[in-house]
């Protein structure tokens, strides 16, 4: 099951449980999906924080207000692409991340090749950072090379 954050065309949030993204997407053509609020059948995913886990074993924190819908184009202008708390989570991963390369040298699309030839012991053994395709990273692990990847956003790629 998928519980997806879903927002009406007034701009109400709640919460749906599917089968998979497929359910939901026919249940919601069918007009099957209304808001619990106002009862309009035009609904659609608003934007979610991924659940991160922490670690340990403790009981989870209280959950979260719902996050703010996502525009639609027919909804009003002032509507926020990122509530706070999806803000913070990013905000805590861009630290994250900046905290992980600031003793490590960027190799940018050379990465795959460098970490290959660290591995091999054929170059010196340093912390390095880059970019690498979703099959190279998948290759390097298959070869034994220890990789990890980073938290980007969408935003960044632009």
């Given at each position: 099951m998928i519980r997806y954050g879903l927002a009406c065309?007034?701009?109400?949030?709640?919460?749906?449980?599917?089968?998979?993204?497929?359910d939901f997407d026919e249940q919601?053509?069918?007009?099957?999906?209304?808001?619990?609020?106002?009862?309009?059948?035009?609904?659609a995913k608003a934007l979610m924080a991924p659940a991160l886990s922490q670690g340990r074993r403790e009981p989870a924190p209280e959950r979260a207000p719902a996050p703010e819908p996502a525009p639609r184009p027919d909804a009003p202008a002032n509507v926020a692409l990122v509530d706070d708390g999806a803000s913070r989570i990013r905000d805590m991963l861009r630290e994250f991340r900046t905290?992980?390369?600031?003793?490590?040298?960027?190799?940018?699309?050379?990465?795959p090749e460098v970490a290959r030839r660290m591995h091999a012991r054929e170059i010196e053994q340093k912390?390095?950072?880059?970019r690498a395709s979703a099959e190279e990273a998948k290759a390097l692990l298959e070869e034994g090379v220890a990789v990890q990847a980073l938290p980007t956003f969408p935003d960044e790629l632009n």
């Open positions: 065309e007034a701009g109400h949030a709640f919460d749906g449980w599917f089968r998979s993204s497929a919601a053509t069918r007009l099957m999906v209304t808001c619990p609020v106002c009862g309009s059948p035009k609904v905290e992980l390369t600031k003793n490590s040298e960027d190799v940018g699309e050379r990465f912390t390095v950072h880059g």
